[in-house]
C-alpha cells in the first residue's frame, strides 16, 4: 500500500496514511504519528531543537556580555546596572516573527 497524505481534522498538519506519520507545515519534517501532544496535535522535534538552540545561543551571548562587564573598569553600580539590563533581556526574549 503507497503512503497517503490528507489533512488532519482541525489542523494544518498533514497526516501520512501507510506510514503513519505527519509532515510540518513549517519545515517538512515527518515524523510518528504516535507522537502527538498530550491534547491532541502535534509539536514538530527539529523545529523545537532549532528553537532550543536558538535559545541556548541567546543565553551564551548574555552570559558574554556579563562576563565583558566584570573584564571592564566600570564602578559597582555601572556594572550592577548594565548586568540588571542584560538578565533583563535574557529572560525576556523578543517576540517571535512570523
Avoid at 538552540?53 to 558574554?64: F, G, K, M, S, T
Avoid at 556579563?66 to 548594565?82: E, M, N, V, Y
Wanted: hydrophobic share 35%; charged share 25%; with cysteine.
Amino acid at each position: 500500500m503507497s503512503p497517503v497524505i490528507f489533512k488532519s481534522p482541525g489542523t494544518e498538519w498533514d497526516r501520512v496514511v501507510g506510514i503513519t506519520g505527519v509532515e510540518c507545515p513549517d519545515c517538512a519534517f515527518t515524523f510518528d504519528a504516535a507522537h502527538e501532544d498530550e491534547g491532541g496535535g502535534y509539536s514538530c522535534p527539529l523545529c523545537s531543537e532549532i528553537a532550543l538552540q536558538a535559545e541556548v545561543e541567546r543565553l551564551r551571548e548574555a552570559l558574554d556580555s556579563i562576563a565583558t562587564l566584570h573584564s571592564l573598569h566600570d564602578t559597582k553600580a555601572d556594572r550592577a546596572g548594565h548586568m540588571q539590563t542584560i538578565a533583563r533581556q535574557a529572560l525576556n526574549p523578543p517576540e517571535e516573527e512570523k
